[in-house]
């Protein structure tokens, strides 16, 4: 049996840290190399280090995020102080400018004070001189001046009598033109009662359906009571028309409460009633129509007009 020497070598691990270096005319093995414990050791060390700086990265960022957040509120706390200071110089410019306003007004018054206080001065300084010169016209002409006096108050009696007779004048052409006035003045209305069947109707007949009017202020008063109010004095056309079947039953005219015009509308079949009389009205006189229980028909066979002749 042969039996063969083994050599035996140890084995090391490492990293050539320098290639060979070749000078001419002679070869140097000067290479060295490091060893794979020492290279994992190190970087075991730089990757600590990284999440180190990772950390302290985050870390940094993590305050500066708070620090601006701080930073922000106190800015924003900052600006709403400021927002409310310049609202308070604004309020305070704005009370500067009223009180300036006020001040000027104050020297304007004390101005027109002082011209005020001069005109005085000046109307107590002329009302001085006439009471001397009335003084000394008085000592002078005693005589002449009572008589004066006296033609003087004559003569204001004399301007107060016409003045008197001007004015009564005046009221009678002014009554004169308010009667001619009125006595132009049209004034008309033509109604019918404001339901659509036949209605039973016992006192004033509402005549609320105005077809028209002219010259009447209180039309909304007379839709509501029937009751017509004069407001223009003069002669009045009153005309009222009905139809109904039942047997003596009478529609009235009345004025003021007094009963101008009586029509009997039927003797017991639908027949028409109808009344037409001139009244002399006065302003604020009252006029409406009455029923007696009776069957009214509806519009156009029941109106009632009125207008103005004179």
């Known amino acids: 049996m042969l039996i063969r020497p083994i050599l035996l070598l140890p084995v090391v691990h490492g990293f050539l840290l320098e290639n060979n270096h070749s000078v001419v005319g002679q070869t140097t093995l000067s290479s060295q190399y490091l060893k794979l414990s020492v290279f994992l050791d190190e970087k075991n060390r730089l990757q600590q280090a990284t999440e180190r700086i990772s950390q302290n990265t985050v870390q940094l960022r993590h305050d500066m995020d708070t620090n601006l957040a701080v930073l922000s509120s106190q800015l924003l706390q900052k600006f709403n102080v400021l927002e409310q200071k310049l609202g308070e110089v604004k309020q305070l410019n704005e009370t500067q400018k009223e009180l300036a306003l006020i001040q000027h007004k104050h020297v304007t018054l004390e101005q ?53 007779q001007i004015g009564r004048r005046i009221d009678d052409l002014e009554r004169k033109i308010n009667d001619t006035l009125e ?76 009963h101008i015009s009586y029509t009997r509308v039927s003797d017991g079949q639908w027949q028409t009633g109808t009344t037409a009389v001139a009244v002399q009205l006065l302003n ?12 009214v028909a509806p519009r156009p066979y029941t109106f009632f007009s009125i207008v103005k002749v004179q």
């Open 112 to 164: 027109k004070y002082s011209r005020l206080q001069n005109s005085y001065e000046q109307l107590k300084r002329e009302n001085d001189l006439l009471h001397v010169e009335f003084q000394l016209i008085k000592n002078a002409r005693g005589q002449d001046f009572l008589a004066l006096y006296n033609m003087t108050v004559a003569s204001k009696r004399s301007v107060i009598k016409i003045d008197s």
């Open 284 to 295: 604020k006189d009252k006029l409406w129509i009455e029923a007696d229980s009776m069957l």
């Open 183 to 258: 006595q132009n003045e049209q004034v008309a209305i033509l109604a019918y009662p404001p339901f659509i069947r036949n209605t039973g109707i016992n006192g004033v007949v509402t005549f609320s359906d105005v077809e028209f009017s002219v010259g009447i202020n209180n039309i909304s008063a007379y839709k509501t009571s029937g009751i017509f109010i004069c407001e223009s004095s003069g002669v009045y056309l009153v005309s009222v028309s009905t139809l109904s079947p039942l047997a003596d039953r009478n529609i009235r005219v009345v004025l003021n409460g007094n």
